[in-house]
């Protein structure tokens, strides 16, 4: 991949596909380096938004408790309406989209709540040699959407809040004992139009065979894409205070709120009427 990458950059193959590529880094040296700053630990208001490594399995255990898991379909209309959404009316991106009708679902489910606090999946390739690396590196990352005033605030404001943290990066590495009381959201992206005819090869998700599991925190998301608009969203786990029928109220207030912000994202947060139910689950991963 790097040999192609860099006769991409040169206009071309070159003469006889020899291109003189810099030495590539030492996988594990990198990885060490990174480990080493981690352990030695950092002092209150020392934040590196993109090299600060978050060792979870210190505190998971904190925050284990009884949990339900759900998967979630979506309908090919569905999802149309979600891409028009990231890319004409609002223009956001998908990822931002997906946030934003993930944290309004979330809002209208839990309407006295005006901070939730993410964790998300963050790449962070800043380092020396990082960018340059082939294979997975990247790090959890918590951010704070606070909307304010649920009674005015919008769709737009919701995306607007979470496209501004992203873009400066206005994250940090979780502090010990706070993942148990965040909500986690990890979205894995494909690539296409590879050259050369390349694929990337998506294995399938395994089906759930029970609906009760274990919960680390408030609600655990996992969305992974199986094609241009095909994505497989599974809820690894909500909290099971929140009730069995919690998943079937996420799914209806996940689909209204796409359908909201691809027709309107100046519509009000609340609304004031029950939303519409747009998309179908079922407790096992199987389509009802």
């Given amino acids: 991949f790097l040999r192609l990458y860099a006769e991409e950059e040169a206009s071309g193959p070159s003469a006889g596909g020899n291109v003189q590529l810099a030495p590539p880094p030492e996988q594990l040296a990198l990885l060490q380096r990174r480990l080493r700053q ?7 208001g020392q934040v590196d938004a993109d090299h600060d490594v978050y060792h979870e ?36 991106g998908v990822d931002v989209a997906w946030l934003t009708v993930i944290m309004t679902a979330l809002y209208r489910l839990f309407p006295n ?23 997975f ?53 494909t690539v296409h139009d590879m050259p050369l005819g390349c694929k990337q090869v998506v294995r399938e998700a395994g089906v759930g065979h029970s609906g009760s599991t274990d919960a680390y925190c408030h609600l655990n998301l996992r969305l992974d894409q199986k094609g241009p608009q095909d994505w497989d969203f599974r809820i690894f786990h909500w909290d099971a205070a929140w009730g069995r029928d919690w998943g079937t109220y996420f799914a209806a207030a996940l689909g209204s709120a796409i359908l909201d912000l691809a027709e309107n994202p100046l519509a009000p947060l609340l609304p004031s009427a029950a939303p519409a139910s747009v998309c179908e689950e079922s407790p096992c991963g199987k389509p009802k």
């Fill in 38 to 44: 981690s352990l030695h630990g950092r002092l209150p």
């Fill in 57 to 92: 399995i210190i505190c998971e255990d904190w925050g284990k408790r009884p949990g339900l898991q759900r998967r979630v379909f979506l309908e090919e209309d569905v999802m149309g309406a979600l891409y028009m959404a990231a890319s004409d009316a609002v223009g956001c």
């Fill in 113 to 135: 709540e005006p901070r939730f606090q993410l964790i998300l999946k963050a790449a962070c390739r800043d380092g020396p040699g990082e960018s340059e690396m082939v294979g």
């Fill in 137 to 189: 590196l990247s790090e959890q990352r918590t951010l704070p959407v606070d909307v304010g005033d649920l009674e005015r605030a919008t769709l737009l404001h919701v995306a607007s809040t979470i496209d501004s943290a992203r873009r400066v990066r206005a994250w940090r590495a979780p502090v010990p004992f706070e993942a148990g009381l965040c909500i986690y959201v990890n979205i894995v992206a």
